[in-house]
Nanobody
Framework: QVQLVDSGGGLVQAGGSLRLSCAAS????????MNWYRQVPGNERELVAG??????TTYADSVKGRFTISRPNAKLVYLQMNNLKPEDTAVYYC??????????WGQGTQVTVSS
């Protein structure tokens, strides 16, 4: 099993920055891909960014050039969010995909961007 703890959310003005953290514990050596998702009430969860164990990154078009995902080690993933917009307001969730397809989710962290 893998446990994920998300943190770093908060209230920020438009144009500001936040860095989200996802701390993993347990069988972290089995993690293949780490992703950040976000969800607004009433909407489906949206993929924001991902990073593989080999360091390959992917981003949603809406955040390209503003967000950066990084994975300094097997137990930690960051999402650096710059030039935040009100439409980035959501609960952000970290997700770990293990080598055999099992998925684990963090508890979520609220990001609110005021205009």
């Amino acid at each position: 099993q893998v446990q994920l703890v998300d943190s770093g959310g908060g209230l920020v003005q438009a144009g500001g920055s936040l860095r989200l953290s996802c701390a993993a514990s347990g069988n972290t050596h089995l993690i293949n891909v780490m992703n950040w998702y976000r969800q607004v009430p009433g909407n489906e969860r949206e993929l924001v960014a991902g990073i593989s164990s080999g360091g390959k990154t992917t981003y949603a078009d809406s955040v390209k050039g503003r967000f950066t995902i990084s994975r300094p080690n097997a137990k930690l993933v960051y999402l650096q969010m710059n030039n935040l917009k009100p439409e980035d307001t959501a609960v952000y969730y970290c997700r770990a995909a293990l080598q055999f397809g099992t998925l684990y989710w963090g508890q979520g962290t609220q990001v609110t961007v005021s205009s």
